[in-house]
C-alpha cells in the first residue's frame, strides 16, 4: 500500500519539478543579462525549433494555428499586404496579435517579431503620415530631421502593433536610371552617412557605453530598424536593379560601405541583403562580405535577413536549384531568410542540409543566437502583444507637420527667372486668375510615389489622407485670387484665359524597384507638351514631382521658374508654402542634375563632370511673411 502511493507522488514531484523549471527558467527572467537569456533558451530548443525562428513569411497564407505548429520566427507585409483595405489601426494591432497568440503558445513561447516596409512613414497603413522619399530628405542636409521623422514613424509603426521596420535604405544611388534611386539620400556617401541618425530615431539612442555592435531597442514606442541594402545596391551597370556593382574592394569600401559602420555603431538591430552583385558574385550568396566583413571585421551582432525571395535568385533563373540556393544563402550568413511562402519546403530542406551535415549545427545557433538576441534586446519576451494606447498617433498632426516642414526643406529652386534681376519666385498670392495644370499637382497618390499603401503606389486621391499641391495652393493664394486647375490644357485655352501666371506641375508615375529602371529618364506625357503650350503664353513655374532628376534641358529656355520637389509625400501644402514665400527656398541638390543621359553614370568628383545643375547647387529666397 506504502509502496503504491509512493509511485504517484514521486511521479508528482517530477512533473512539479519540470513544471516548476519551464516557469522559472532563466530565459524568461528579465532581470538576467540577455546573453545569458539567450544561451539557456538556445540550449532547450529542438532542431524544429531553432530553424523555425529562422524563417520569416508573409502573413497572407498563414494562421496562428501554422504560427504554432511550425514555431515560425518571423511575419511581415510585403508591399499592400494589409488585414483589409483602408484597415484601421486596431484592425492592424488585432491581426498582428492574433499571430502573436499562436507564436507564445508553442512549447517555449518564443514570440515572433514582425516586419514592414516602413521606408517613408508607416506607408502601407490607411491615414498613416507619408514623408518625403528619402531623395528629397538628402536635400535637406539636415540629420536631425531626418531622426525625429524616424520617431514619428517607429511611433506609427507601433501603433499598429508591429515592431520591426525595413529602414533605412542607405544605398549610394551612382545613377538615376535605377528604379529604387528615390530611396538613396545621396549620390554622395558622406550625405548617407549623416542620415544614419535614422537608425537612433527608430530604435531610441544607444546608452553611453553600449557595447559595440550590439543591438539597441530603447522602449515601446520604438522599433527594430534595418540597413539595406548590403552592399552595393545603388552602384550597378546602368543603374538597372538587381544587377551587377563591377568595382574594386577601395570603392566598394569608400562609396558604398561607408555608411555600415555608422549603423553598426548606432545599434542597428539588422542588415538586410542586396539582391545585387559585387563583381559577379551575388550577395545573399558571399560569405565573405557577408559573414567575415559584416559579422567579423565591422562586429554586427545582430540579425542578417534576406530580401523578398532573394536566396530564390541566387540562381539564374531563380529556383533553378533551391536546394543549392538554401545551402548557399545560409552558409553566407543569412540568419533569417524572408521566404514569403514556400516556408515547409526551405524548413525540410534546411532540415535535410543539417541533418547531413552539408551545414553544421554550429552555423544555424548563430543564426539562432543573433534572432534571439534582437529578440530580448526589443523586449518581445516581456512585452510580446501590441495594445491600442498608441493608436492615436496614426497621422497626427504633430507628424503632419513634421511632414510639410520636410517638404518645404527638400525643394530645390533650380531656376528662378530668365532676367537673375527678376526673379518669379516667390509667387503673390493677390492674382487675379491663376492656372493650376498637370495631373501631378492633384493627385495624392502621384505625389506620394512608390511604397505608398501598395507596392507600386498608385494615382488617385482617396488612397489615403493628405494634401494635394492644388489644394495647398487654393488655401494659401489670397481669397480674391482664382485659381483655375486644367489637367492638360492646349495653348489657346491658355492664351484666351489671361492668367497672371501658371504652374505646371509633370512627373514621374509611381513605381517601385526594377519597374521604375528608366534608361532615358525623359519627362513622361503630357509633360513635354504641357510645358510647351502653357510656358509659350504665359509666365510659369514648372515643379517636376519625381523620384530623381529628368531630362529637362530641352524646355529650360521657356520655362521662367524651375522646382524640384522630388516625392514630397502627403503634405502638398509644403510645396505651396515656399513657392508663395512663406518660407524660402534653402534646399540643395543631393544628386547630380544631368544634361543628358549619355552622360550618365556622372557623379560629383569625376573627370567628365558636366552637369546642368551641380551637385550641392540650389537658389535661395526670402520668406516674405505669412498672411
Known amino acids: 500500500m506504502i509502496t503504491r502511493i509512493s509511485i504517484p507522488i514521486v511521479g508528482l514531484l517530477l512533473l512539479l519539478a519540470t513544471f516548476g523549471e519551464a516557469n522559472h527558467a532563466l530565459y524568461k527572467d528579465p532581470k538576467q543579462p540577455v546573453e545569458a537569456r539567450v544561451r539557456d533558451l538556445l540550449k532547450r530548443m529542438t532542431l524544429a525549433e531553432k530553424i523555425g525562428q529562422m524563417v520569416q513569411v508573409d502573413r497572407v497564407n498563414?494562421?496562428?494555428?501554422?504560427?504554432?505548429?511550425?514555431?515560425?520566427?518571423?511575419?511581415?507585409?510585403?508591399?499592400?499586404?494589409?488585414?483589409?483595405?483602408?484597415?484601421?489601426?486596431?484592425?492592424?494591432?488585432?491581426?498582428?496579435?492574433?499571430?502573436?497568440?499562436?507564436?507564445?503558445?508553442?512549447?517555449?513561447?518564443?514570440?515572433?517579431?514582425?516586419?514592414?516596409?516602413?521606408?517613408?512613414?508607416?506607408?502601407?497603413?490607411?491615414?498613416?503620415?507619408?514623408?518625403?522619399?528619402?531623395?528629397?530628405?538628402?536635400?535637406?542636409?539636415?540629420?536631425?530631421?531626418?531622426?525625429?521623422?524616424?520617431?514619428?514613424?517607429?511611433?506609427?509603426?507601433?501603433?499598429?502593433?508591429?515592431?520591426?521596420?525595413?529602414?533605412?535604405?542607405?544605398?549610394?544611388?551612382?545613377?538615376?536610371?535605377?528604379?529604387?534611386?528615390?530611396?538613396?539620400?545621396?549620390?554622395?556617401?558622406?550625405?548617407?552617412?549623416?542620415?544614419?541618425?535614422?537608425?537612433?530615431?527608430?530604435?531610441?539612442?544607444?546608452?553611453?557605453?553600449?557595447?559595440?555592435?550590439?543591438?539597441?531597442?530603447?522602449?515601446?514606442?520604438?522599433?527594430?530598424?534595418?540597413?539595406?541594402?548590403?552592399?552595393?545596391?545603388?552602384?550597378?551597370?546602368?543603374?538597372?536593379?538587381?544587377?551587377?556593382?563591377?568595382?574594386?574592394?577601395?570603392?566598394?569600401?569608400?562609396?558604398?560601405?561607408?555608411?555600415?559602420?555608422?549603423?553598426?555603431?548606432?545599434?542597428?538591430?539588422?542588415?538586410?541583403?542586396?539582391?545585387?552583385?559585387?563583381?559577379?558574385?551575388?550577395?545573399?550568396?558571399?560569405?565573405?562580405?557577408?559573414?567575415?566583413?559584416?559579422?567579423?571585421?565591422?562586429?554586427?551582432k545582430g540579425f542578417v535577413i534576406s530580401d523578398w525571395q532573394g536566396i530564390d535568385r541566387i540562381t539564374s533563373p531563380p529556383r533553378a536549384n533551391y536546394t543549392y540556393s538554401v545551402q548557399a544563402g545560409v552558409h553566407a550568413g543569412i540568419d533569417m531568410v524572408m521566404l514569403p511562402y514556400n516556408y515547409t519546403e526551405f524548413i525540410s530542406i534546411l532540415t535535410d542540409l543539417v541533418e547531413k551535415k552539408i551545414i553544421p549545427v554550429s552555423r544555424i545557433d548563430d543564426a539562432v543566437t543573433r534572432i534571439l538576441r534582437v529578440k530580448f534586446v526589443a523586449g518581445l519576451f516581456e512585452n510580446p502583444m501590441g495594445d491600442l494606447s498608441l493608436v492615436q498617433n496614426i497621422g497626427s498632426k504633430e507628424h503632419r507637420e513634421l511632414a510639410r516642414e520636410a517638404v518645404r526643406k527638400s525643394l530645390v529652386l533650380l531656376k528662378n527667372g530668365k532676367n537673375p534681376n527678376k526673379p518669379v519666385l516667390p509667387l503673390p498670392k493677390k492674382a487675379s486668375r491663376i492656372l493650376v495644370t498637370g495631373a501631378h499637382a492633384n493627385d495624392l497618390g502621384l505625389q506620394c510615389g512608390g511604397w505608398t499603401i501598395s507596392w507600386q503606389g498608385q494615382s488617385g486621391n482617396n488612397i489615403t489622407a493628405g494634401t494635394t499641391i492644388l489644394k495647398g495652393i487654393k488655401s494659401t493664394v489670397d481669397k480674391t485670387a482664382k485659381v483655375v486647375y486644367q489637367k492638360n490644357p492646349d495653348a489657346k485655352f491658355v492664351k484666351s484665359q489671361k492668367f497672371d501666371y501658371a504652374i505646371v506641375v509633370v512627373g514621374e508615375p509611381p513605381f517601385a524597384e526594377y519597374f521604375g529602371d528608366n534608361l532615358n529618364l525623359t519627362i513622361p506625357a503630357p509633360g513635354p507638351s504641357m510645358i510647351r503650350n502653357v510656358c509659350g503664353s504665359v509666365k510659369c513655374v514648372v515643379v517636376t514631382v519625381a523620384g530623381r532628376p529628368l531630362v529637362v534641358e530641352p524646355y529650360l529656355p521657356s520655362i521662367d521658374a524651375l522646382v524640384a520637389a522630388w516625392l514630397p509625400g502627403s503634405e502638398g501644402q509644403g510645396v505651396a508654402d515656399v513657392l508663395f514665400g512663406d518660407y524660402g527656398f534653402t534646399g540643395k541638390l543631393a544628386r547630380t542634375w544631368f544634361k543628358r543621359v549619355d552622360q550618365l553614370p556622372m557623379n560629383v568628383g569625376d573627370a567628365h563632370y558636366d552637369p546642368l545643375f551641380p551637385f550641392g547647387f540650389g537658389l535661395e529666397t526670402k520668406p516674405v511673411g505669412r498672411s
Open 62 to 300: 498563414i494562421t496562428a494555428k501554422i504560427m504554432k505548429e511550425y514555431g515560425i520566427g518571423s511575419l511581415l507585409s510585403g508591399g499592400g499586404s494589409v488585414p483589409r483595405t483602408n484597415a484601421t489601426a486596431k484592425e492592424w494591432v488585432e491581426m498582428v496579435n492574433e499571430f502573436q497568440k499562436g507564436s507564445l503558445s508553442t512549447r517555449l513561447g518564443i514570440p515572433m517579431i514582425y516586419g514592414i516596409d516602413a521606408v517613408h512613414g508607416h506607408n502601407n497603413v490607411y491615414k498613416a503620415t507619408i514623408f518625403p522619399h528619402n531623395v528629397g530628405l538628402g536635400v535637406t542636409r539636415d540629420p536631425e530631421l531626418v531622426k525625429k521623422i524616424a520617431a514619428a514613424t517607429a511611433l506609427e509603426v507601433r501603433a499598429t502593433g508591429i515592431q520591426y521596420a525595413f529602414a533605412p535604405c542607405i544605398a549610394v544611388c551612382r545613377d538615376p536610371r535605377w528604379g529604387r534611386c528615390y530611396e538613396s539620400y545621396s549620390e554622395d556617401h558622406k550625405i548617407v552617412q549623416a542620415m544614419t541618425v535614422a537608425v537612433p530615431g527608430l530604435q531610441g539612442d544607444l546608452p553611453p557605453n553600449a557595447p559595440k555592435g550590439y543591438p539597441y531597442v530603447g522602449d515601446k514606442t520604438k522599433v527594430v530598424a534595418c540597413a539595406k541594402h548590403y552592399v552595393g545596391d545603388g552602384g550597378t551597370v546602368k543603374g538597372i536593379d538587381e544587377n551587377n556593382t563591377v568595382t574594386d574592394w577601395e570603392t566598394l569600401l569608400k562609396i558604398h560601405m561607408a555608411a555600415y559602420p555608422d549603423t553598426i555603431k548606432k545599434g542597428v538591430g539588422t542588415v538586410m541583403v542586396s539582391y545585387s552583385s559585387w563583381n559577379g558574385k551575388k550577395m545573399h550568396a558571399n560569405y565573405d562580405l557577408v559573414t567575415k566583413y559584416l559579422k567579423g571585421t565591422l562586429g554586427f
